[in-house]
């Protein structure tokens, strides 16, 4: 079997699940691994019967022995719902979890990957963000936890590549969304969808005068793959997302004109720390990945919304 054997942190998660099926398609051997915190068995149970597929219930904060040739580290919460919820376990995840997965990629020499964020850049002062900058992160607020945890988290992968010469590979992830986010994740686009679907108002928190860029699961997992491909001196950080900024309000009329909703908007309190505006500056990822997104935001939310109203038949979810 000459099939490279990889590992995927986080991996029953959102974007997980989408990578798991995606090495399958290529090929690949794949151990996801995951401690259901926010993932589910079923984001997966259609990999189950695959042979080349394994389910592992195991939390990254502690070590993991296995034998890997790549190491997709995707396991943290990502929405600020959950990431919140265990402030402490969600540091722990990313710094521990980034310790006992470096100490693994070095043991098996195995290359890795950190699913790091647009959060390192917190509320940036400089538009669009390319990697240089350095960022404006609040040390000691409610979204510390998440944007210090990854900043610490890459940290390491640089100092495992200039102490130990571990292949690393730190993608900073802008705003993802897609088919097989949670219903109940928090995040804008799964809100926004799912209030229009059910006919209730749409929450627009602060004016919603603040930006987001979404990039489509499918663009984002491309570019995971083709970020693994590269040759050991491509360490990162490369952002990936795209480019093409819109308000919430924006997103809100869209996804209403998507849904065909009757839902009107309401306005709440802005979270703590919510950054202002946020654009990736994918140059590097263009001239080093030969990548950009394709898929337009209406065309992605339309297949969301499509996700969503299968499930909410389903499985209808609580107000
Ligand atoms: P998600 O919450 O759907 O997935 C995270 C997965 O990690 C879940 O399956 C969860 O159960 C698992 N997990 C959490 N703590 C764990 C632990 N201690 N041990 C093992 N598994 C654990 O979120 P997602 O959107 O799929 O995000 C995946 C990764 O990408 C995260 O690291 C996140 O920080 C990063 N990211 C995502 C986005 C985005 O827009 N989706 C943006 C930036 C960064
Ligand atoms: N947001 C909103 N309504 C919601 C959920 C989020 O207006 O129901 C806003 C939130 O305040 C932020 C943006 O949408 O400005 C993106 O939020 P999300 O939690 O998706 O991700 P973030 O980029 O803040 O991590």
């Known amino acids: 079997m000459n099939e ?65 040739d790549e190491i997709y580290n995707l396991a943290c919460p990502a929405s600020p719902v959950h990431y919140q919820f265990d402030p402490v376990q969600t540091t722990k995840t990313s710094v521990h979890g980034a310790i006992n997965m470096l100490g693994l990629a070095k043991r098996t020499r195995a290359r890795i990957l950190q699913a790091s964020t647009s959060e390192v850049y917190g509320d940036p002062s400089i538009h669009p963000q390319p990697e240089s900058y350095w960022g404006n992160v609040n040390p000691i607020g409610p979204r510390s936890c998440y944007d210090e945890g990854k900043r610490c988290a890459e940290t390491l992968f640089f100092d495992y590549f200039r102490q ?4 690393i590979k730190v993608a900073r992830i802008f705003n993802t969304y897609g088919p097989q986010m949670h219903p109940n994740d928090g995040r804008v686009v799964s809100n926004f969808i799912v209030q229009a ?3 209730q108002p749409i929450t627009i928190y602060g004016d919603g005068l603040q930006t987001r860029s979404f990039c489509y699961v499918d663009d984002l997992i491309e ?66 990945l030969q990548w950009e997104p394709k898929v337009p935001l209406r065309v992605g939310l339309e297949k969301t919304a499509r ?7 389903e499985t209808p979810v609580p107000a």
Request: aromatic share 8%; hydrophobic share 40%.
């Open 4 to 68: 490279k054997r990889v590992l995927v942190t986080g991996g029953a998660g959102f974007l997980g699940s989408h990578l798991c099926r995606r090495l399958l398609e290529d090929g690949k051997e794949v151990l996801c691994v995951d401690n259901f915190f926010t993932g589910r068995r079923a984001n997966v149970a259609e990999l189950l019967g695959n042979p080349r597929f394994e389910l592992m219930r195991h939390d990254v904060t502690f070590p993991l022995y296995v034998e890997v």
């Open 197 to 199: 679907l059910k006919g």
């Open 223 to 288: 570019a995971f793959c083709r970020l693994m491909a590269t040759g050991p001196e491509v360490t990162g950080p490369i952002n990936l997302g795209n480019p093409v900024e819109f308000t919430m309000r924006e997103l809100a009329e869209l996804v209403i004109d998507i849904t065909g909703s009757s839902s009107r908007l309401t306005f709440e309190a802005l979270p703590a720390d919510d950054p202002k505006q946020r654009q990736p500056d994918i140059t590097l990822a263009r001239r080093e």
């Open 164 to 167: 130990h010469r571990t292949n």
């Open 307 to 313: 996700y969503f109203e299968t499930l909410l038949k």
